[in-house]
């Protein structure tokens, strides 16, 4: 394995990793302050997804060379993720948390409807091709795709008495 693989494999483990702390400090937060949880059904398959997608990457790409221009934009999307983890602060959560109150609206939430989705699709394009893994790209994308339908769908709804406050 070459040391820059091997670095941007841990890499990606350990931001995985601590999102998840973050993510369960947050949603306990977020619960204890009066939020609920909506879509937990799906959750479990959301993580499956993401964890398989981290051990193909490794699995199948230990022994590859990094695509530097495919780094670089990698390492632009974590620039993005610093900007949506900072915009939600405590309200950022791998979970579907509903708090009575209203939505956020700074940052790329000024901008866009959902940043942290948006960057999550593409560090599932980008990462796979940093080790020159097309194939992890395609079939993760495709599955990615249909969990955001069920996901997204799921938030819109529970959302929709907030959006106006």
């Known amino acids: 394995m070459q040391t820059a693989t091997l670095l941007f494999l841990g890499f990606i483990v350990l931001q995985r990793l601590s999102e998840l702390f973050i993510a369960k400090r947050n949603t306990a937060r977020l619960l204890a302050k009066g939020g609920y949880e909506v879509g937990a059904s799906h959750y479990p398959a959301m993580v499956a997804l993401h964890s398989a997608w981290i051990v193909s990457l490794i699995i199948f790409g230990y022994d ?3 695509a530097v221009g495919w780094l670089a934009i990698f390492a632009v999307l974590q ?16 979970r579907i948390i509903i708090l009575e109150e209203a939505l956020v609206v700074r940052g790329p939430f000024k901008y866009f409807a959902h940043p942290n989705y948006m960057l999550v699709v593409a560090e599932i394009i980008v990462a796979p091709m940093v080790l020159d893994l097309l194939w992890v790209t395609i079939v993760f994308t495709a599955l990615n795709a249909a969990m955001l339908w069920v996901r997204i769908g799921v938030e819109h709804k529970a959302l929709a008495p907030w959006r106006e406050l």
Request: some cysteine; glycine content about 6%.
């Open 64 to 66: 590859k060379t990094i």
């Open 79 to 94: 620039a993005c993720r610093i900007w949506i983890l900072c915009s939600l602060a405590g309200r950022w959560t791998t």
